[in-house]
Nanobody, 114 residues
Framework: VQLVESGGGLVQPGGSLRLSCTGSGFTFSMYDIDWYRQSPGTQREWVATITTSWQPNYVDSVEGRFTVSRDNGVRSVFLQMERLTPEDTAVYYC?????????WGQGTQVTVYS
């Protein structure tokens, strides 16, 4: 079982990034997928979820700027991030969960700098 995030990087304020989370070793379409993020010295924060029925949910601070989507055909979930601010700087993780099953990726760094 594996979840792999990609797409992080350096971006200026107001810029955009698209993160990907690709799963293997489990029935991807059966799992809800979350995005979390964590900055140094802070607790991991839930950012967004996309359910198996494609229902998205977002934390208030990213609502209207981030869009979560999934493509079960390529076993991937995407997080399109727009109008990024320095406060979005963090390591972004994806989490797959179904019942008691839970898997995490290793994270991808997003840095928004002036």
């Amino acid at each position: 079982v594996q979840l792999v995030e990609s797409g992080g990087g350096l971006v200026q304020p107001g810029g955009s990034l698209r993160l990907s989370c690709t799963g293997s070793g489990f029935t991807f379409s059966m799992y809800d997928i979350d995005w979390y993020r964590q900055s140094p010295g802070t607790q991991r924060e839930w950012v967004a979820t996309i359910t198996t029925s494609w229902q998205p949910n977002y934390v208030d601070s990213v609502e209207g700027r981030f869009t979560v989507s999934r493509d079960n055909g390529v076993r991937s979930v995407f997080l399109q991030m727009e109008r990024l601010t320095p406060e979005d700087t963090a390591v972004y993780y994806c989490r797959a969960h179904y019942g008691r099953d839970e898997f995490w990726g290793q994270g991808t760094q997003v840095t928004v700098y002036s």
